[in-house]
Nanobody, 116 residues
Framework: QVQLVESGGGLVQAGRSLRLSCVVSGNPLNINDMAWYRQAPGQQRELVAHITSGGGSKNYADSVKGRFTISRDNAKKTVYLQMNSLEPEDTAVYYC?????????WGQGTQVTVSS
């Protein structure tokens, strides 16, 4: 049973930083692409950042470009999201998403709240 466990969320003031982590357990055969999504109250879930299996290609939502950085450690089966210069508009539940051959998995989400 593949499980994703996120951590690192919390309450911070605008301009500060947070680092989210997502650990994959359950020994999936292969972990391909990994991503972070977020969902604010009353809004649809949106893609924040995406990284390919080897880490060679990264994509970001326009709203976070230059502030957020996605990375991964394949040996630890972990994906990270470094979030700098946080803004109140970044307040949301952040979800980790992982692709294995033919299947996608979601974490339970971690709350990020940015106060002004």
């Amino acid at each position: 049973q593949v499980q994703l466990v996120e951590s690192g969320g919390g309450l911070v003031q605008a301009g500060r930083s947070l680092r989210l982590s997502c650990v994959v357990s359950g020994n999936p055969l292969n972990i391909n692409d990994m991503a972070w999504y977020r969902q604010a109250p009353g809004q649809q879930r949106e893609l924040v950042a995406h990284i390919t299996s080897g880490g060679g290609s990264k994509n970001y939502a326009d709203s976070v470009k230059g502030r957020f950085t996605i990375s991964r450690d394949n040996a630890k089966k972990t994906v990270y999201l470094q979030m700098n210069s946080l803004e109140p508009e970044d307040t949301a539940v952040y979800y980790c998403n992982v692709e294995t051959p033919g299947l996608y998995y979601w974490g339970q989400g971690t709350q990020v709240t940015v106060s002004s």
